[in-house]
């Protein structure tokens, strides 16, 4: 399999999987649209952060550890389990910040106390990274799927990497039309009572993945 036909078809199956609702989508969706706009490029780039680092240490073999030993993957799927349920009852207790007073512009009063109560940018690619990187089930992706679309002869780390710069890419580009979706929903979600319901969808949903990877197999 040549370079380019690896690529494309690399593309295709992570396309799929990028496109497929879960996590990473409530996760973007929810900061984008109760109006915390750098914060929510920064759960995407975290994101894709921690992707090109899954990517990186698979290309140079490392992540084999994760199939290799138990007790590795045990400690990081309970790390990651912990982390996703402590984030979503977070989210279940958090209140829904005071509605903007008539007059008041509306790109301030959505960037003012959602950038000033919860962080900005740096904040939301610390959630995003870790996020990203306590789900074991990334790395076993990238360990199980990735070498097989590596043509036999290239180098076995730049090839990894190039392929995991296209799920990056995608990712990226998903991410957009997330964000810019969530977005047109910003003037409904000033709403008090539409933040909290945001927040407790989101926050069970988080809940839900961090109970389904402490009890999956």
């Known amino acids: 399999m040549e370079m380019t036909t690896a ?23 929810r900061t984008s649209a109760l109006g915390h706009r750098r914060q929510a490029w920064g759960v995407v780039l975290g994101i894709q952060t921690g992707t090109l680092l899954w990517g990186a240490l698979t290309s140079a073999g490392v992540t084999a550890l994760l199939t290799a030993s138990q007790l590795g993957y045990e ?3 309970w790390a990651g389990a912990a982390y996703l349920v402590w984030m979503g009852v977070g989210m279940l207790r958090s209140r829904a910040h005071p509605e903007p007073e008539d007059g008041a ?31 074991p089930k990334v790395g076993v992706f990238y360990v199980a799927v990735l070498p097989q679309f590596i043509p036999a ?5 730049a090839a990894g990497v190039a392929l995991t710069c296209v799920h990056v890419v995608e990712g990226l580009l998903w991410s957009t039309v997330l964000v810019g ?24 949903a988080v809940v839900g993945f961090g109970v389904k990877l402490a009890v999956s197999d």
């Open 7 to 29: 690529l494309w078809s690399f593309a295709l199956v992570v396309g799929l999987l990028t496109l497929t609702p879960g996590l990473d989508t409530a996760l973007i969706l």
């Open 75 to 77: 400690i990081l799927r």
């Open 105 to 135: 512009p509306a790109d301030r009063a959505a960037d003012t106390p959602a950038e000033t109560s919860t962080g900005g940018l740096a904040a939301g690619w610390r959630r995003g990274l870790l996020t990203n990187l306590l789900n």
């Open 153 to 157: 002869g290239a180098p076995h780390f």
């Open 181 to 204: 979706f969530a977005q047109a929903l910003r003037g409904w979600l000033r709403r008090p009572s539409a933040r909290r319901a945001m927040d407790r969808v989101t926050g069970l």
